[in-house]
């Protein structure tokens, strides 16, 4: 989601108005599921996507007209195999996407984009609440349970009593108002910055990942070699708790300059709660720092089974962009698994 509020926030700052079209329903097959978002300005799509396809397009041109006429919508394709197939695709399905006019004259809205902005960039908690009240566009966020944006003349009091009533990631309050937790779980630590950690990096914003790169070397840790979305740090490797504390919310991929440093690594991230420990090398490289786990640093088996080798889904890559999107499928695969033994 922070690349949606930074789209958002480009555009409004900007003094010009923008487009935030939701997928609020779906049933079928259709490309996205409820939750999907996407950014259109006067320029066009900026951010996000709702499945791509005849679908985004089509929306993306009534998103356009709606920026002309200052308007906001809801719009139902029903898609039935034959409206499929006119749409440009293979099957059918039920998708009912909401167009919100977001006006650069409303400060509340630019306020709270960059409140959104801080505090999903700090871990904090986010519900974002969208919908229309009597075809006025209701945008608020909900940071440290203070709701700040533009109400469309909801009383803040009763939203604030209806969200204390209702629990989950993804809540409907009365009418076409949702509420929906926006911050993905945990952020991905990449410790190394070499051609894999780099291009894995660059994979990884697009997906909504909050992505750190550690490196000690500065060229490596330069925030100028990466997407502006990542966070980096220039550190000392061997002593990572200084700088950094890593959480049980947290992905770490370990691909270091070198097998010492990758165990130097492992050892220390093993003794957190990390979420997700993932390591590059070949099975050779990996045995032999098992070995050193267990009988240079005490660990025991089972704690090495905490360790993802070899790092990323086996699709037969070879090239630093491919191993990049094959660890990207196992983390898009991991937290997906998370969050539905959260929901």
Request: include cysteine; aromatic fraction near 4%; glycine fraction near 10%.
């Amino acid at each position: 989601m922070l690349t949606i509020l930074h789209a958002l926030k480009r555009t409004l700052s900007d003094h010009k108005p923008a487009i935030l079209a939701s997928v609020v329903e779906s049933a079928g097959a259709t490309p996205r599921s409820e939750g999907a978002h996407m950014v259109v300005s006067e320029n066009g799509l900026l951010a996000g996507t709702i499945g791509g396809g005849a679908v985004e397009h089509q929306s993306i041109e009534k998103a356009l007209g709606l920026l002309q006429r200052g308007e906001s919508d809801v719009h139902h394709y029903v898609l039935n195999k034959s409206d499929a197939e006119n749409l440009g695709m293979i099957c059918g399905g039920d998708a009912v996407i909401r167009f919100l006019y977001l006006d650069p004259a409303k400060q509340k809205l630019l306020a709270a984009i960059d409140a959104g902005i801080e505090a999903l960039t700090s871990g904090r908690p986010v519900q974002m609440l969208s919908g229309l009240t009597d075809k006025k566009p209701l945008f608020l966020l909900n940071i440290d349970k203070h709701l700040i944006g533009d109400a469309a003349g909801v009383a803040l009091d009763w939203l604030e009593r209806e969200l204390g009533a209702k629990r989950g990631r993804r809540i409907r309050l009365e009418g076409d108002i949702v509420a929906e937790s926006i911050n993905r779980a945990g952020r991905v630590v990449i410790c190394g910055g070499g051609h894999v950690g780099t291009a894995l990096a660059h994979a990884l914003v697009p997906l909504d990942f909050d992505v750190l790169v550690l490196d000690d070397r500065e060229s490596f840790a330069d925030p100028a070699r990466y997407p502006a979305a990542v966070h980096t740090g220039l550190i000392d490797l061997r002593h990572i708790a200084a700088d950094v504390s890593v959480t049980a919310d947290d992905y770490v991929c370990i691909m270091t300059r070198g097998h010492m440093l990758d165990e130097e690594v492992l050892v220390q991230i093993l003794a957190t709660d990390a979420h997700y420990i993932g390591a590059i090398g070949s099975s050779r490289k990996m045995r032999t720092i098992f070995d050193h786990l267990v009988h240079e640093h005490g660990f025991a088996k089972k704690d090495l089974l905490r360790i993802t080798t070899p790092i990323g889904l086996d699709i037969g890559a070879e090239t630093p962009q491919e191993i990049a999107i094959a660890i990207a499928a196992q983390l898009i695969t991991v937290r997906l698994d998370r969050e539905k033994a959260c929901s």
